[in-house]
Nanobody, 122 residues
């Protein structure tokens, strides 16, 4: 079983950057695809990006210009670099681990972290 812990969130201003980290323990990290999702109040959880076991990446169409996902298997950590942040990026950001073939949807994720809040002020 994999445990995930997100960190790096906070309160920033429009145009700022943040790097989120997702640290994994308790399992063989390199066996899992890792995804970053976010959920704003009253909205469904949406995928931002995912990185598979061989570091292939997937981005939601609206995210690919400002967000970059990467993984460091030696550190059991996946990162999400977020640039040019906007108020509409305000949400709780979650990372998840999936062993499914299709890892572009939250329903196929087995494990989740507790989330980290990102708030972007205008």
């Amino acid at each position: 079983q994999v445990q995930l812990v997100e960190s790096g969130g906070g309160l920033v201003q429009t145009g700022d950057s943040l790097r989120l980290s997702c640290a994994a323990s308790g399992g063989t990290f390199s066996n899992y695809h890792i995804g970053w999702f976010r959920q704003a109040p009253g909205k469904e959880r949406e995928i931002i990006a995912a990185i598979n076991k061989i570091s292939g990446t997937f981005y939601a169409n609206s995210m690919k210009d400002r967000f970059t996902i990467s993984r460091d298997n030696a550190k059991n950590t996946v990162y999400l670099q977020m640039n040019s942040l906007k108020p509409e990026d305000t949400a709780v950001y979650f990372c998840g681990a999936s062993s499914a073939i299709v890892y572009f949807t939250a329903a196929n994720y087995n494990y989740w972290g507790q989330g980290t809040q990102v708030t972007v002020s205008s």
